[in-house]
């Protein structure tokens, strides 16, 4: 079935596709849509699903992390302060090995006060042991919560599912929701090898001294690294099923590039229009986009960018004191090895700043000035 949707609704479409149990609900621009949705099809029982109103963040998390431990498919989802507010809880998640899905809708963190889109909201959140999916249109969205449940589920580790304010959460597109029975059969029943229940009592999460901590934190770590031949895994059952590829990165024009475009989100197309144009004007542009930021995609990322002379990250965020977020990180895994591009990092669209084909042509024409970059940032669209 087709239906035009918003990139909100298309969240609440995959939790209730996904056949979530609990849902817990707090609203904050702009995710309100995502559970005012799921209330409604609660009440109608097109969802079979206990929705708990909760009075903060904090505890939407928290009713997360309870209803897990006692075995029950959870969904939530927030947005800026309301994730920072979670950050606590965030930890519990991961440390207790639970798989609750949550929408992020990346929105820019205060103050100066914003409803508008930037990543800096995730992102702060990277080291709390999460799996981060970026998605760059409303059929990505539906499809990767499905694929999140299944490999949250799989490894017992908690997912965010992450989307643009508004260039994506307000925005209608056509999106074809998947067959229910086929979503089931790709997406079995959440069993958990251990819950809180009367019949078989356990305790869970409590205090962990050092003979054991370390290895509790070894284990989470050796589980993420294989998460990323899980996604593939993952991704290529659910075309065979639905048609659609799900995987860590999506490469356009990379093959025969002499530079390429990294960028994540929204932003993602707007550069492959770009490239399209540059490519009729005689210059071999190409675009990586990032779709999994948690794990990172090392070996994919080595492998795209190893068949390029130049490449130009373009972050939406910025890590105050040193650079844009996705350019560190690619820094860093493309450290030491014998192919490597010229890497260039460039930040822009902070606060909602509409990011244009016209950026993109400039970041194109500064990167193919000069062999390597004169500046250890280069700000692109700043009022001066």
């Known amino acids: ?24 609900a707090y609203p904050i621009t702009p995710q309100t849509q995502v559970v005012e949705l799921l209330s409604e099809m609660c009440a109608s029982k097109a969802l079979d699903a206990k929705f708990i109103k909760v009075e903060s963040e904090h505890s939407a998390m928290a009713a997360c992390l309870g209803a897990s431990l006692a075995g029950a498919r959870t969904f939530t989802a927030t947005s800026a302060q309301g994730l920072a507010l979670m950050h606590e809880l965030l930890h519990w998640a991961s440390g207790g090995r639970q798989p609750v899905v949550m929408g992020n809708i990346n929105r820019a963190m205060a103050p100066g006060w914003s ?10 959140q990277r080291d709390t042991g999460w799996l981060q999916f970026y998605c760059a249109s409303n059929q990505e969205v539906v499809d990767t919560v499905i694929q999140a449940f299944k490999i949250s589920e799989r490894f017992m580790i908690p997912s965010m599912v992450i989307l643009d304010a508004f260039a994506l959460s307000h925005t209608y597109e056509v999106v074809e929701l ?10 079995p029943k959440f069993n958990p090898p251990f819950r809180l229940t009367p019949k078989e009592p356990h305790a869970f999460n409590a205090l962990t001294s050092p003979d054991h901590y370390f290895e509790l934190r070894y284990k989470l770590q050796k589980d993420m690294e294989k998460v990323p031949a899980a996604i593939e895994e993952t991704g290529k059952e659910y075309e065979k099923a639905f048609g659609r590829y799900l995987g860590q990165v999506e490469e356009y024009h ?15 197309y707007t550069a ?10 005689g210059i071999k542009a190409g675009n990586l986009r990032m779709k999994v930021f948690r794990p990172f995609p090392f070996a994919k990322v080595r492998e795209a960018l190893a068949k390029v002379p130049k490449a130009a990250v373009v972050d939406r965020n910025c890590s105050y004191g040193h650079h844009g977020i996705f350019y560190q990180e690619i820094k860093s895994a493309l450290y030491g090895e014998a192919k490597a591009p010229a890497l260039f990092g460039y930040i822009t669209g902070l606060g909602g700043r509409d990011i244009t084909v016209e950026m993109f042509r400039e970041i194109a024409k500064d990167t193919l000035s000069k062999p390597r970059p004169s500046e250890e940032i280069g700000w692109i669209g700043v009022k001066r």
């Open 272 to 281: 492959r229009v770009a490239v399209d144009e540059l490519r009729k004007q």
């Open 1 to 24: 079935m087709k239906k035009v949707m918003m990139g909100n609704h298309a969240l609440s479409y995959g939790a209730m596709l996904a056949r979530s149990q609990v849902i817990a």
């Open 178 to 187: 998947p067959d229910q029975d086929k979503v089931d059969a790709y997406l």
């Open 115 to 124: 409803i508008w889109t930037d990543q800096n909201d995730s992102l702060s």
């Open 254 to 268: 990379c093959d025969d590039a002499d530079f390429v475009f990294v960028t994540s989100g929204t932003a993602g």
